[in-house]
């Protein structure tokens, strides 16, 4: 199993940056493929970034490409979103998740999340 903790959240001027963090529990990190999601009020999760085990390979949600990246540090057991010229729409609370299986879009196919870190973009 791994546990996930999120941070660097916080409130932010649009045009703005922020850099997400996610620390990983648990000696199986590379073994993870890993994911960001968000989730804004009275809307579904939905996919923002995923990363497999060897950070070569990359995936972005179309409203988020070009503007975030994410990267992870096996060595460190974490992986980052930097979060790049914000715009309100970004407003909402992101997870990181983990997934054994198949790198993912999905959230259902996602086993493990951390809490969540609030990102709040102002106009």
């Known amino acids: 199993q791994v546990q996930l903790v999120e941070s660097g959240g916080g409130l932010v001027q649009a045009g703005g940056s922020l850099r997400l963090s996610c620390a990983a529990s648990?000696?199986?990190?590379?073994?993870?493929?890993m994911g960001w999601f968000r989730q804004a009020p009275g809307k579904e999760r939905e996919f923002v970034a995923r990363i497999i085990w060897s950070g070569g390979d990359t995936t972005y949600a179309d409203s988020v490409k070009g503007r975030y990246t994410i990267s992870r540090d096996n060595a460190r057991n974490t992986v980052y979103l930097q979060m790049n010229s914000l715009k309100p729409e970004d407003t909402a609370v992101y997870y990181c998740?983990?997934?054994?299986?198949?790198?993912?879009?999905?959230?259902?196919?996602?086993?493990?999340w951390g809490q969540g870190t609030q990102v709040t973009v102002s106009s």
């Open positions: 648990g000696r199986t990190f590379r073994s993870y493929a």
């Open positions: 998740a983990a997934t054994t299986g198949r790198p993912a879009v999905r959230a259902f196919e996602y086993e493990y």
